[in-house]
């Protein structure tokens, strides 16, 4: 079954929202501070003319964003989001018109505001009707962001991040490494370094000049920067230094990964050498896939990663 099919054939509302508002996070800065209006808790829909709002970080004139999910039928869609009755009549407007509305008593009060709304539906969509939706955002002057099927699986296919998300929502094996899979092999790494030496999971904290000079080295390092030699004789507590460096180092919410002498010694770049460590390590093992919402099954993303997409990460 195609990730198209399975994307369309998602029937619960409050499931498309949060999955569809985590690709829009990722996919542009601008989407990165909405909030969903439309699920409660629960991740069930409730009443409200819009599924999500956010306003876009320091922009200015100030420009905000709605959110309009739908897993309405293609047939139902044009009605779903473009629907305007007469007012008194009782009968639900469409998604793009209650939006514009928002937009509308947002000006009252901001009159240089801009707005964009942004629509979403797991279904393929005929251009007649993304041509009436341009339209009718024109008339308002909003601007519109219109997502079907197939750009949700495009992003979900080929961007690291919406890999990331894939593997979450559909337990597809990532290809590319994003930055969340970055961050967790970090915490794994962190967990196997304690284990390897015996390091106390919570030992006193006594940060040495050394650990301080570190961590100042590499956040004034510049691209292309990796190497920082941290030499000293046995039992000078080099082991300690780097792990308390590596704990800093990811309570910044950055990555840190260890590799091992054998790892560094076959590899020609520090990407294979990355590779090398995740895949000859327990890393593997500890990390957990993803079917549907649930985890537990496991699989190992970094058997399809390319080395290309290691050399992105540390570049």
């Keep these: 079954m195609s990730l198209e099919t399975r994307i369309s054939e998602i029937s619960d509302a409050g499931e498309f929202e949060s999955l569809s508002t985590e690709i829009l996070r990722q996919s542009d800065p601008k989407y990165s501070s909405v909030i969903q209006t439309g699920i409660n808790t629960e991740g069930k829909p409730i009443g409200d003319p819009v599924d999500g709002l956010g306003q876009v970080p320091d922009a200015d004139p100030p420009h905000f964003v709605f959110l309009e999910f739908t897993t309405t039928k293609k047939s139902g869609l044009e009605k779903k989001w473009l629907a305007d009755p007469d007012s008194g009549s009782g009968k639900t407007k469409g998604d793009l018109i209650k939006a514009a509305e928002q937009a ?7 009159p240089d505001a801009d ?7 797991n279904r393929v969509l005929d251009s007649s ?8 955002a024109n008339a308002f002057s909003i601007s519109v962001d219109v997502w079907d099927v197939h750009r949700i699986s495009e992003f979900l296919r080929t961007d690291p991040d919406g890999q990331y998300i894939r ?18 092999l970090s915490d794994d790494s962190l967990r196997s370094y304690e284990e390897s030496f015996q390091i106390p999971v919570d030992p006193p904290k006594v940060q040495r ?8 080295s590499v956040r004034n390092s510049g691209r292309g920067s990796y190497f920082i030699p941290v030499v000293g004789q046995s039992g000078f507590g080099k ?4 792990h308390q460096v590596m704990e800093e180092w990811r309570a910044e919410n950055k990555p840190a990964l260890r590799l091992d002498s054998e790892d560094v010694e076959g590899a020609k770049t520090l ?20 079917e549907g919402r649930s985890r537990g099954n496991r699989f ?11 050399s992105s990460v540390v570049a």
Excluded: M
């Design 104 to 110: 509308e008593s947002i000006r009252e009060d901001i």
């Design 209 to 216: 000049p050394e650990q301080s000079t570190i961590l100042e």
């Design 271 to 290: 990407a294979q050498a990355i590779q090398s460590a995740v895949l000859n390590s327990d890393l593997i093992s500890c990390y957990h896939g993803v």
């Design 239 to 242: 082991t300690v230094i780097c």
């Design 115 to 121: 707005f964009t709304v942004v629509l979403v539906s």
């Design 129 to 136: 009707l993304v041509r009436a939706v341009y339209g009718t």
């Design 300 to 310: 190992c993303p970094w058997k399809s990663i390319s080395s290309t997409s290691l």
């Design 167 to 184: 593997s979450e929502y559909f337990g597809i094996n990532e290809e590319r490494l994003s930055e969340p899979l970055l961050l967790e």
